[in-house]
């Protein structure tokens, strides 16, 4: 193997040597620049994504506050309009109540009245009904006939 000859040892240093300078001449001049260029490039995009980044975090987080802020007003908005119907409807309800009372109310003297008059009615008709009955009951023992008269005069003698 030649490469391993010391004789021809000092010679392939030299080429050695000189075909890396050439690649590293090559290298330097044309193809890390390209890829530095490249890798710049890239740098400047990250760091704009990032700031794109920053900046939609915080209009995110600007978003989420105000998005925040009118749920909680909409909500004591919606809270104050619940309310205010409770009120109305309670109101009503107690107007309609009052109203149904007073109409039950005056119902209940109607029907108190009615009753009255027709217990005096009834009264009346019972001692007319009762003497009619005990009239009858004194014809049907033969006794005789009676006379009313003489049925409302209970202290009076029956024949």
Do not use: C
């Not at 490249?38 to 506050?65: G, N, T």
């Not at 005096?120 to 014809?139: H, P, Q, R």
């Amino acid at each position: 193997m030649p490469q391993l000859d010391f004789s021809t040892f000092i010679p392939q240093i030299f080429w050695l040597f000189v075909s890396l300078s050439i690649l590293y001449l090559i290298l330097s001049k044309y193809a890390l620049p390209r890829v530095s260029d490249v890798i710049e490039e890239r740098k400047d995009i990250i760091a704009h994504d990032i700031d794109e980044a920053k900046k939609f975090s915080l209009d995110s987080k600007k978003a989420i506050e105000d998005l925040t802020l009118k749920m909680s007003k909409a909500k004591s908005e919606s809270q104050q309009i619940v309310n205010n119907a409770l009120i109305e409807v309670k109101s009503k309800n107690e107007t309609k109540k009052e109203k149904i009372i007073l109409e039950i109310n005056d119902e209940l003297l109607d029907a108190e009245k009615e009753i009255f008059e027709k217990k005096e009615i009834a009264l009346k008709d019972v001692t007319k009904i009762s003497k009619e009955l005990a009239k009858e009951m004194l014809d049907n023992l033969s006794i005789g006939k009676v006379d009313s008269k003489k049925l409302s005069n209970p202290s009076g003698k029956v024949n």
